[in-house]
T-cell receptor, first 118, second 118 residues
């Protein structure tokens, strides 16, 4: 069955440290999509990135980078030089094909709570 | 462009009462998703509507129901409220299908409705 595992429940770092959030997934689909979302204390989930299963190029956006490794079914997220504003819960998600016609829904990990301390 | 909007922001009810939560998707999005996020827990998928029809349902009792209107806005109804229904209810919208039938299922979230059941 499709599944997303975020083994790290909570991480605490000091500002300016680099931190990596792990995401491991299981799927039977040959074509799938992976996502990362950020949920700051305000509660609203913010979309960060989408990655297609056929594109294993790593991506960098400012201090954020993502490492997609199909061989290990992982899609890890690294924040470089962390800042207090990065404190949030981060969710990894996998799109699941649930019916013909390419209908999909997202399978969510349980999230990793990141605390960046001054 | 306006994002996903939800109303009300906060709600306090007592056990046994009924509640209706509302969601307006991003203009042009036809799919609406409802999630429950209880304190300290991840996102629990409730319902998915697309083009006015229920496409998928999470593992919740029938007292959780909803509908989608012709303008793609949606309501979530919860009957016979129980204490454990206290949670943040998040609505998300997406384009169910892009040109050619491909669906990324990238979801954009509203700020949520925080429901407290006393």
């Amino acid at each position: 069955a499709q599944k997303v595992t975020q083994a790290q429940t909570e991480i605490s770092v000091v500002e300016k440290e680099d931190v990596t959030l792990d995401c491991v997934y299981e799927t039977r689909d040959t074509t799938y999509y992976l996502f990362w979302y950020k949920q700051p204390p305000s509660g609203e989930l913010v979309f960060l990135i989408r990655r297609n299963s056929f594109d294993e190029q790593n991506e960098i956006s400012g201090r954020y980078s993502w490492n997609f490794q199909k061989s290990t079914s992982s899609f890890n997220f690294t924040i470089t030089a962390s800042q207090v504003v990065d404190s949030a819960v981060y969710f990894c998600a996998l799109s699941e094909l649930i019916a013909s016609g390419n209908n999909r829904k997202l399978i969510w990990g349980l999230g990793t709570s990141l605390a960046v301390n001054p | 462009e306006a994002g996903v909007t939800q109303s009300p922001t906060h709600l306090i009810k007592t056990r046994g009462q009924q509640v209706t939560l509302r969601c307006s998707p991003i203009s042009g999005h036809t799919s609406v998703y409802w999630y429950q996020q209880a304190l300290g827990l991840g996102l629990q998928f409730l319902l998915w509507y697309d083009e006015g029809e229920e496409r998928n349902r999470g593992n919740f009792p029938p007292r959780f129901s909803g509908r989608q209107f012709p303008n793609y806005s949606s309501e979530l109804n919860v009957n016979a409220l129980e204490l454990e229904d206290s949670a943040l209810y998040l609505c998300a919208s997406s384009l169910a299908r892009l040109a050619g039938g491909l669906s990324y299922n990238e979801q954009f979230f509203g700020p949520g409705t925080r429901l407290t059941v006393l």
